[in-house]
């Protein structure tokens, strides 16, 4: 995964438009991975990645220790999904278009498939949430677990079960995991 550089984060903050752009570049990406798995739903994540980048903009000048810029921005992206899910449960739902079958054959990301998405809504939120960073992301588990205010052996664990109870559901073996 691509990290922002300290000084990017620095310069940033100080209101410098070039270097903010790089911190985009090289984390939309992550974000929207990250958001994507947690709601389920493509259209709904790439909005929420362009508010939750709007969030950083506005508040990049209250991040302290810009070497944690990148759990500082997991927090906020987890947290605009859980809103933007909050939100959702709100609204009545649609009786047609409100779930993407598949994803397209060519499609980057063969993680989006529909069967994969219902396995993933199947896990606890701190087990999705720890297997998304590690496994999709590309994080390590000290990573994921500062993003995630964890001990890294409690990330570790949360994934090792997450991977567990997710061949379990794509295997058939249970409905209720």
């Known amino acids: 995964m691509d990290r922002p550089d300290a000084a990017d984060v620095e310069a940033a903050a100080r209101g410098d438009t070039v270097a903010f752009e790089r911190i985009v570049r090289a984390m939309q990406g992550t974000v929207w991975r990250y958001v994507v798995h947690l709601l389920g739903d493509r259209a709904l994540a790439e909005d929420v990645t362009q508010e939750v980048l709007l969030r950083v903009h506005r508040k990049l000048g209250t991040l302290r220790d810009p070497e944690r810029f990148v759990p500082w921005l997991l ?5 605009a999904a859980f809103d933007a899910g909050r939100s959702r449960r709100r609204k009545p739902l649609e009786l ?6 598949a994803a397209p054959a060519n499609s980057p990301d063969p993680h989006l498939s529909l069967e994969f998405h219902d396995a993933l809504s199947q896990l606890e939120p701190a087990l999705l949430e720890s297997l998304v960073l590690v496994s999709i992301a590309g994080f390590t588990y000290d990573e994921a677990a500062a ?3 964890s001990p890294p052996g409690t990330i570790k664990s949360r994934v090792f079960r997450a991977r567990k109870q997710l061949m379990l559901i794509l295997d058939g073996e249970t409905d209720d995991v």
């Open 75 to 79: 927090t906020i992206a987890r947290n």
């Open 96 to 101: 047609v278009g409100d779930r993407e079958i």
């Open 147 to 149: 993003a995630l205010g």
